[in-house]
């Protein structure tokens, strides 16, 4: 086995075990033993057990990142760019169910990007752009966007890590379901909201 065929057989070992595990409980020693190398071959290719993990984390941020953006910049309008980041969403964690499990999961201390969290914040920049472009067309407050476009996405990632577990119903559908909630949203947007129920009121008082 070349040097390049070894490193990815690791990589692909190593998610499998971070992915069912997470970062705590997984050993140099179990990925080692599963790839049938010693504990030095792991250190040689990737430093440390926080190396490879990083390495993991940064393969999938990039994967999901390139899918929801491609989809995002292709988008002609709010609800395909709904439609689309949705769905690039849901078969993402549809085809890369281990990827997605590592991505929820808290990194270790060190580990200070490449979250699932740094993910959202990324769309949600580029939702932000966009969705600051449909609001002056349409005659609403464009600093708005960024607020919308935190709520947009934290919707759709939401249902998501719901939707790893559950399966049910198709991904397709939850798509539906989720612009649904987003389109009629922001279709029947107003431009002056406020509380309207007495609960409300007194507690923003």
Do not use: C
Request: hydrophobic share 40%; net charge negative.
């Amino acid at each position: 086995m070349s040097g390049i065929e070894r490193r990815e057989q690791l990589i692909g070992v190593a998610r499998s075990i971070f992915a069912e595990k997470g970062f705590e409980a997984t050993s140099m020693e179990e990925i080692s033993a599963k790839a049938k190398v010693s504990k030095p071959v792991v250190y040689e290719h990737f430093g440390g057990k926080e190396g490879l993990y990083a390495v993991i984390v940064d393969r999938e941020v990039q994967q999901l990142v390139s899918a929801i953006i491609g989809v995002l910049e292709q988008s002609q309008s709010p609800r395909a760019m709904a439609e689309g980041a949705a769905l690039a969403l849901l078969d993402y964690i549809d085809t890369y169910t281990d990827g997605f499990r590592i991505l929820v999961r808290d990194s270790p201390a060190s580990q200070s990007r490449g979250s699932y969290y740094s993910v959202i914040g990324d769309v949600a920049q580029k939702v932000e752009a966009l969705l600051a472009e449909h609001f002056r067309d349409s005659g609403f407050h464009a600093d708005w966007a960024p607020m919308y476009a935190h709520m947009m996405v934290g919707l759709v990632s939401q249902v998501g890590q719901w939707w790893l577990d559950e399966r049910k119903p198709s991904k397709q559908e939850v798509a539906a379901h989720i612009v649904n909630l987003v389109w009629y949203g922001l279709s029947g947007m107003r431009k002056d909201p406020h509380l309207v129920t007495d609960s409300a009121k007194k507690l923003a008082s």
